[in-house]
């Protein structure tokens, strides 16, 4: 990851750390530039060209000097400075009551102070377990059984209201059933 960073023109040394506040895991890129101002938007398009999707760092901070290093000649991840998540979030607000309980969900979610309707759930740092935490959460608060499915292929608020819409029309929401007693055996634990 840090090969791929340090690829670019820009940038001389980097470092990628796991940044495990909230709910969410989220890698973040630390880089100092060769020379002159790098954009890490640029940066951070570069090595999605070079990077499996879950290695691709979600944010990339633009360090002033060198890295921070140990007394050893290692990395000091304790003197690297946070990333300022809210600066992810776009500046779109929720224009439906439906968009603003997703964003909510959304930004609960990946533990963010809050999401733009127009912002992607995976370049903010979602994953599939984080999908798989808002498609119950969404269950639980709007009573619509989306699919995770539902999140990879709509990932902005925008595009999961439309699916709401679509599946509160199409599907009758999750209700519990009546419950065997014994409980049957999964086919794996029947046996042979």
Same mark, same amino acid.
């Given at each position: #990851? ?24 989220? +890698? ?21 060209? !070079?990077?499996?999707?879950? &290695? ?12 921070? !290093?140990?007394?050893?000649? &290692?990395? @000091? ?13 776009? @500046? ?9 309980? /997703? ?8 533990? +963010?102070?809050?999401?733009?309707? *127009? @912002? ?6 979602? *994953?599939? #377990?984080?999908? #798989? ?40 929401? /999750? ?5 065997? @007693? ?11």
């Amino acid at each position: #990851m840090e090969a791929a960073l340090v690829g670019h023109p820009g940038v001389a040394q980097a470092a990628v750390v796991a940044d495990t506040g909230g709910e969410s895991v989220r +890698l973040v890129g630390y880089v100092v530039p060769a020379r002159g101002p790098v954009v890490p938007a640029e940066l951070r398009a570069h090595v999605v060209g !070079l990077l499996p999707e879950h &290695k691709v760092p979600t944010t990339v901070v633009v360090l002033a000097a060198a890295l921070p !290093l140990t007394p050893n000649g &290692k990395l @000091d991840r304790r003197a690297l400075p946070a990333p300022d998540w809210s600066a992810l979030a776009g @500046d779109a607000e929720p224009q439906t009551p439906e968009q603003e309980v /997703l964003a909510g969900l959304v930004a609960e979610v990946l533990g +963010l102070p809050r999401v733009g309707t *127009h @912002d992607g759930f995976f370049d903010l740092g979602g *994953h599939s #377990m984080a999908a #798989m935490r808002l498609v119950g959460r969404i269950r639980a608060a709007l009573g619509v059984d989306l699919t995770i499915r539902d999140v990879f292929d709509s990932p902005t608020v925008v595009a999961l209201a439309d699916r709401l819409a679509d599946a509160a029309a199409g599907r009758p929401a /999750l209700a519990a059933g009546p419950r065997p @007693d014994p409980l049957p055996l999964a086919p794996a634990q029947r046996g042979p």
